[in-house]
């Protein structure tokens, strides 16, 4: 069965723009997770949407955002980009009934300059 | 906040020798997960541990969990240089899919 797919798989931005990072879930799954991966902080948890309603949000500011269709496809959105939001952006599908294991999408490298 | 630490940060070791990587947590959880990480590569599951005294087996890698010590260990026997990757662990945080990850350990294994 297909894998967790994101698009775009790299993008270059400019400070100030906003983008949106699309991710569709293995199917069946109804949990998407949203992490930012860079080389000082890591990998840290953005947020995750279960059922189209956010469940979980880690400590981001406020110009992450992201939202989930009813077919479990999500999409997390970042206005006013800063160079420190370059990143290696990862989401991961489960079922999502419970706390089980995260199947990882192969990422977005979004570049700001 | 839930932390996850990881050590050595930093692994090289050499073809046919075995070592271990160690993972500390501070939550309760009894739920943990090893992933390994190649270049430029998305995550992917080696094992996930589901209960005190989990020990799980795949290849050349073992990976174990002690709740109580709220500890992980993941054992490389016999290394080859296929396994060369940075391998994170992860615990949830209880609330849903919410993974808290460790620092990442670089593993080198020279021929």
């Known amino acids: 069965k297909a894998g967790v797919t994101q698009t775009p798989r790299y993008l270059i931005k400019t400070r100030g723009q906003q983008v949106t990072l699309s991710c569709s879930p293995i199917?069946?799954?109804?949990?998407v997770s949203w992490y930012q991966q860079t080389p000082g902080q890591g990998l840290q948890f953005l947020f995750e949407?279960?059922?189209?309603?956010?469940?979980n949000k880690g400590n981001f500011p406020g110009r992450f955002s992201g939202r989930q269709f009813s077919n479990s496809r999500s999409e997390m959105n970042v206005s006013t980009l800063e160079l420190g939001d370059s990143a290696l952006y990862l989401c991961?599908?489960?079922?999502?009934?419970?706390?089980?294991?995260?199947?990882f999408g192969p990422g977005t490298r979004l570049t700001v300059t | 906040e839930l932390k996850v630490e990881q050590n050595p940060l930093f692994l090289s070791m050499q073809e046919g020798k075995n070592y271990t990587i160690y993972c500390n947590y501070s939550?309760?959880?009894?739920?943990l997960y090893w992933y390994r990480q190649d270049p430029g590569k998305s995550l992917e599951s080696l094992f996930v541990?589901?209960?005190?005294?989990a020990v799980k087996q795949e290849g050349r890698l073992m990976a174990s969990l002690d709740t109580k010590a709220r500890l992980s260990t993941l054992h490389i026997t016999a290394a080859v240089h296929d396994l060369s990757a940075t391998y994170f662990c992860?615990?949830?945080?209880?609330?849903?899919?919410?993974?808290?990850f460790g620092t990442g350990t670089s593993l080198t294994v020279i021929p």
């Open positions: 991961a599908s489960s079922w999502g009934l419970s706390v089980d294991e995260q199947y």
């Open positions: 949407y279960f059922s189209e309603t956010q469940r």
């Open positions: 541990l589901l209960s005190n005294g």
């Open positions: 939550t309760t959880s009894d739920r």
């Open positions: 992860a615990v949830d945080g209880g609330t849903g899919n919410q993974f808290y």
């Open positions: 199917s069946g799954h109804r949990s």
